[in-house]
């Protein structure tokens, strides 16, 4: 029952979940994006993830933000700071992360990745800094992604934290 109430606002994160979890023979770094989108995707869904109420933020900051831009900017470069300013106001994917580890970090799961403070910073460091190597190729990335053994593992933790996440909401805690 419960499976089914959260069925269609969870819809995005179960596709993503179960399209790895049926095709295990992906590529690791594209498992692991996938994750990424599921795991931001369920705090999306299930936490507000604002600094600022929406109302205050498009009323108050964001419209200063907006006269500030410079209007002899070239007007592409302008609709892509509004853009981008925009959505300032939303939690990014690192605190979205910290705030899903921080929920399971005081159970009794045996989840060694969040079994202290320094496991769990590193864990979210690391998820951050590989999403944000493989998504957007930052050079300055490169040497913080994880590869390999340690790529294969990130993407273990992370489906044990997916899985936590999703039986939780079915009762499960």
């Not at 200063?64 to 410079?70: C, G, R």
């Not at 190597?133 to 044990?160: C, I, N, Q, Y």
């Amino acid at each position: 029952e419960r499976w089914f109430r959260s069925a269609d606002s969870l819809e995005p994160v179960h596709i993503l979940f179960f399209s790895l979890l049926y095709r295990p023979d992906v590529y690791l770094e594209f498992q692991m994006i996938a994750l990424a989108q599921a795991l931001e995707t369920y705090h999306r869904c299930k936490f507000e993830g604002k600094y600022q109420a929406d109302e205050v933020y498009t009323q108050g900051l964001y419209q200063k933000l907006i006269a500030a831009i410079p209007p002899d900017l070239d007007s592409d470069f302008r609709q892509s700071l509004k853009q981008k300013l925009r959505y300032a106001n939303d939690y990014s994917f690192r605190r979205r992360l910290k705030d899903l580890v921080s929920r399971w970090s005081d159970s009794s799961l045996p989840l060694a990745f969040l079994s202290s403070r320094d496991k769990r910073e590193q864990f979210v460091q690391q998820v951050a800094d590989t999403r944000n190597f493989l998504v957007h190729h930052d050079p300055r990335l490169e040497d913080k992604a994880a590869r390999g053994k340690h790529l294969s593992r990130l993407v273990r933790e992370m489906t044990a934290l997916l899985e936590v996440a999703l039986l939780e909401e079915l009762g499960f805690r």
